[in-house]
C-alpha cells in the first residue's frame, strides 16, 4: 500500500542500506509490485513511499523504451546540468492532485547500486533525469508539497483533510 501524504513517512531522511541484503531485496520487490498495480499513474516509486525509511526506489522503463524496472539503491546525483526545466509533476503518494509545476536539471549523471551490490552510474536527461530526481527527493524527505505553489498547498491540505477526492478514491479501490 502507497503511503499519502501527509503520512509522516513522507518526510523521513532515508539511511542507507546494504544493497544485497535481504531486507533490500525485499524492498525492491514491494517498490516492483506496488509499480506494477500503479502502472497507469506513475513511472517511480520510492520506499518511504511503502513505509521503509532506506535509499532505494525503482523507475519504470517504458519511457526508455526497455521492459521492465530499474533498481536505484542509495544513489546519489554527480553532476547536474546549469540547463534547468519546468514540468508538471504528478505523485502517488498524493493521489488527489493530478500534477504541480517543479523546476528540475535537465541532465544529470549519477551513481547507484543494484541488487547484487554492483555500483553503476549513468546520464539521464529528459523525464528519466525528472523521474530519477523526483524519486531522489523522496529519499531526502521533500515531496511535491515543497515545490507546490501557496495555492496549491491549500488545496492540497484541503484534500488531505477530507481524504482526498472521491475519484481517486473509487479508482484505487477498483485497482487493489
Known amino acids: 500500500m502507497i503511503c499519502d501524504f501527509p503520512d509522516a513517512m513522507l518526510f523521513e531522511k532515508c539511511a542507507w542500506i546494504d544493497p544485497a541484503s535481504r531486507l533490500c531485496r525485499k524492498i525492491v520487490t514491494s517498490l516492483r509490485v ?3 498495480s500503479y502502472r ?3 513511472i517511480g516509486l520510492a520506499s ?16 526508455l523504451g526497455i521492459n521492465g524496472s530499474s533498481a536505484f539503491i542509495n544513489p546519489e546525483i554527480t553532476w547536474r546540468s546549469q540547463e534547468s526545466e519546468t514540468e508538471k509533476e504528478g505523485c502517488l503518494s498524493f493521489p488527489s492532485i493530478v500534477q504541480i509545476p517543479v523546476t528540475r536539471n535537465a ?4 551513481s547507484a547500486f543494484d541488487v547484487n551490490g554492483k ?12 523521474c ?5 527527493d523522496h529519499l531526502d524527505g521533500i515531496t511535491l508539497w515543497h515545490h507546490a505553489t501557496e495555492k ?6 484541503e484534500l488531505a483533510a ?3 477526492d472521491e475519484e481517486w478514491q473509487r479508482s484505487r479501490n477498483q485497482d487493489s
Open 34 to 36: 506496488e509499480m506494477l
Open 40 to 42: 497507469r499513474q506513475g
Open 48 to 63: 518511504p513511499q511503502i513505509g521503509f525509511a532506506y535509499r532505494v526506489f525503482v523507475m519504470d522503463n517504458r519511457f
Open 107 to 110: 541532465s544529470i549523471e549519477i
Open 119 to 130: 555500483e553503476f552510474k549513468k546520464s539521464l536527461n529528459g523525464l528519466a533525469a525528472r
Open 132 to 136: 530519477f530526481q523526483h524519486e531522489q
Open 152 to 157: 496549491s498547498k491549500k488545496r492540497i491540505s
Open 162 to 164: 477530507v481524504g482526498g
